[in-house]
């Protein structure tokens, strides 16, 4: 069935470290994907998307790119700060109503 | 636009009780949604409604009952409590099923 699968964390990260978040998907169409961030105690929000082949989603220094050839939309970022301190979920939506979310990644930065 | 509000934040149910977890949003939004979150998981689909008077099932709805009287509200039951309903629940909004979702802050509820 369709599905997302994220990289396992905790991951803790210095400041201005690199990140990359890994994130592969099982469909059968062509599906939208999507990096939700839920920062402590509050609701997911949307991070960025990208819906077609060759897409790249970005904002807040974030970026993904939609690889149709390797079925994956890695979250990555040059430099992050303590503020990035959150969970991080990949998702995909096929045409219809129904997300699919990956089980989230916590990330903590420390200074 | 206060958005996505849910009610109540934190509750803690004895096996068998019931409560309804409110969900109210502002936006005119067609589209709504109940998920749960379960610890080191991702969220799973309850229920979902297309517009007022129209709900279906997702993925793990059973346990609850969901009702679309209004555009705004889109309450979520929970008839006999039992310990796996253990979990925080966050409810979204969508304009059109291919918008993004805006979620609440969630629910999270204890069944002792």
């Known amino acids: 069935g369709d599905s997302v699968t994220q990289m396992e964390g905790p991951v803790t990260l210095s400041e201005e470290a690199f990140l990359t978040i890994n994130c592969t998907y099982t469909?059968?169409?062509?599906?939208?994907l999507f990096w939700y961030v839920q920062y402590p105690g509050e609701g997911l929000q949307l991070l960025l998307k990208?819906?077609?082949?060759?897409d790249k989603g970005s904002n807040k220094g974030f970026e993904a790119t939609y690889r149709k050839e390797t079925t994956s939309f890695h979250l990555e970022k040059g430099s992050v700060q303590v503020s990035d301190s959150a969970v991080y979920f990949c998702?995909?939506?096929?045409?219809?109503?129904?997300?699919?979310f990956g089980t989230g990644t916590s990330l903590t930065v420390i200074p | 636009n206060a958005g996505v509000t849910q009610t109540p934040k934190f509750r803690i149910l004895k096996i068998g009780q019931s409560m309804t977890l409110q969900c109210t949003q502002d936006?005119?939004?067609?589209?709504m949604y109940w998920y749960r979150q379960d610890p080191g998981m991702g969220l799973k689909l309850i229920y979902y409604?297309?517009?007022?008077?129209?709900?279906d099932k997702g993925e793990v709805p059973n346990g609850y009952n969901v009702s679309r009287s209004t555009t705004e509200d889109f309450p979520l039951r929970l008839e006999l409590a039992a310990p796996s309903q253990t979990s925080v629940y966050f409810c979204?909004?969508?304009?059109?099923?291919?918008?993004?979702?805006?979620f609440g802050p969630g629910t999270r509820l204890t069944v002792l």
């Open positions: 979204a909004s969508s304009y059109q099923a291919y918008n993004e979702q805006f």
């Open positions: 469909a059968t169409g062509y599906p939208s």
């Open positions: 990208a819906t077609k082949a060759d």
């Open positions: 998702a995909l939506r096929l045409t219809g109503n129904q997300f699919y």
């Open positions: 936006m005119n939004h067609n589209y």
């Open positions: 409604s297309v517009g007022a008077g129209i709900t």
